[in-house]
């Protein structure tokens, strides 16, 4: 039996002999991003990369999502190793898309790269001869919730229930055989230190607002209208009024966007919409906050007797972080690149769909510094490749080693010490159960 250290070694070797090719992957994909399930390009990338390997996979999952699965020498256990494919919408970023907007200014193109970087080194080294368990290779889209009225229109029309890759790949039942879940995301920490693991984070629910009024002169006659923007905006004032009432440990997010104000400037506005996420650090909270939201934005309705058409969409659980699988992580991470350049986690205030996950099996979701930059910016820049683009993949193989040698005893001792709290048939009846439409209307006098 060869030992782990071997093994390690084979597979960091294998990696680095295609490091120009995996760079040049993520570079490709960083100057054509694309927005959720429309990742079209990326996944043919992907799939033609497993091909290359010969690695059999599935392509179309939730539209554009790759699937492809290694097989050990036992399948005691099977560990999932993700990508996302999207980007996120920055029309100023200078690698924009000048059509869409779109632009990786979030490093996902970076997380194709380790994805496809891990596949070289798990092939081509022969390790998974030496392993007692299985490695699924995930390309999953549209991690970013944008585009929720072109997502709509994809539910409308049956390709799509939720509007998030990570759930939709659970409802069709992608992550049915995979027992544990990895993947990196780039950071762009202003600190030091190359690596981490995130803790835990807020999850979110999203809401589609419409305030509906009676269009009127809005110079001749506005005693003959309701202002549906008068109506917005004193919802608006509401939400902000509470937010004294929010608990800081609940680490609670409300930020509403106008997306329609009105039509003409002379006409008394009449179909007035709204975007915002409710986000919070566990269950009870979002919802707890989400009943404040619709109260305040009822309150605007009833201030000018207007309509208001409010519509909930479950977004993403808050991300749960699984004890054992991140110090087996951390141990390899600090074997790659020294002690001195680990960060220790923190709580994050955003939301992923790695949160869904994360309540259904044991997931990290692993950190690589390699950027700089605001996240979701215009000076966001992949600036170290190295730490970027390769060594993500070789710390996730050297991770996949120890969890799945002799017999898979790291990976089985994982499941044994993480307790999901949720199984995939009450995550989709939570799920469903968050999704409502209401039409409320002020009385009249």
């Not at 992550?175 to 879940?181: A, E, K, L, N, S």
Request: aromatic share 6%.
């Amino acid at each position: 039996m060869t030992d782990a250290a071997t093994l390690k070694e084979r597979v960091c070797r294998a990696i680095d002999a295609h490091r120009d090719e995996i760079i040049a992957i993520g570079e490709d994909i960083r100057v054509h991003p694309e927005l959720g399930f429309k990742e079209f390009r990326t996944a043919k990338i992907v799939s033609e990369q497993m091909t290359k390997l010969g690695i059999p996979h599935e392509t179309g999952l939730a539209i554009t999502g790759v699937k492809g699965k290694l097989r050990g020498a036992r399948s005691q256990a099977t560990i999932a190793y993700l990508g996302e494919l999207d980007s996120v919408l920055v029309r100023d970023h200078p690698d924009a898309d000048p059509e869409t907007g779109a632009a990786h200014a979030c490093g996902h193109n970076a997380q194709i790269a380790n994805l496809i970087g891990l596949a070289y080194g798990l092939v081509e080294s022969g390790v998974m001869a030496q392993l007692d368990g299985d490695v699924v290779l995930m390309a999953v889209p549209a991690e970013e919730y944008v585009e929720v009225e072109y997502r709509l229109q994809l539910r409308r029309e049956g390709k799509i229930e939720f509007l998030g890759g990570k759930p939709e790949l659970i409802r069709l039942g992608a992550f049915d055989d995979v027992q544990i879940t990895m993947m990196t995301h780039q950071s762009s920490r202003q600190e030091g230190g190359k690596f981490s693991v995130a803790g835990p984070s807020n999850g979110c629910i999203v809401k589609l607002i419409r305030y509906e009024g009676r269009a009127a002169h809005a110079g001749g006659a506005p005693h003959q209208g309701i202002n549906a923007l008068k109506a917005a905006m004193i919802g608006l004032q509401a939400i902000d009024a509470n937010r004294e009432t929010f608990k800081d440990e609940d680490h609670i997010r409300v930020h509403p966007i106008i997306t329609k104000g009105g039509d003409l400037v002379n006409v008394i506005p009449a179909d007035v919409r709204i975007e915002t996420y409710v986000r919070g650090a566990n269950i009870e909270a979002i919802l707890a906050a989400a009943k404040k939201v619709d109260r305040s934005l009822k309150a605007g309705a009833m201030a000018l007797g207007a309509t208001l058409h409010l519509t909930t969409m479950p977004g993403y659980l808050p991300r749960l972080v699984a004890p054992r699988l991140a110090e087996v992580y951390k141990r390899n991470a600090i074997a790659l690149v020294g002690e001195e350049e680990w960060w220790d986690p923190s709580f994050g205030a955003g939301s992923t769909d790695m949160g869904d996950v994360s309540h259904i099996m044991p997931a990290i979701e692993a950190q690589a510094r390699g950027a700089t930059g605001t996240g979701h910016g215009a000076d966001y820049q992949i600036t170290d490749p190295e730490i970027a683009y390769v060594a993500p993949a070789k710390v996730a193989a050297m991770t996949i080693i120890d969890l799945l040698m002799n017999g898979a005893t790291e990976a089985r001792a994982v499941l044994e010490e993480y307790e999901p709290p949720m199984s995939k048939e009450s995550y989709l009846e939570f799920m469903r159960n968050l999704a409502q439409e209401i039409t409320w209307q002020a009385a009249e006098d």
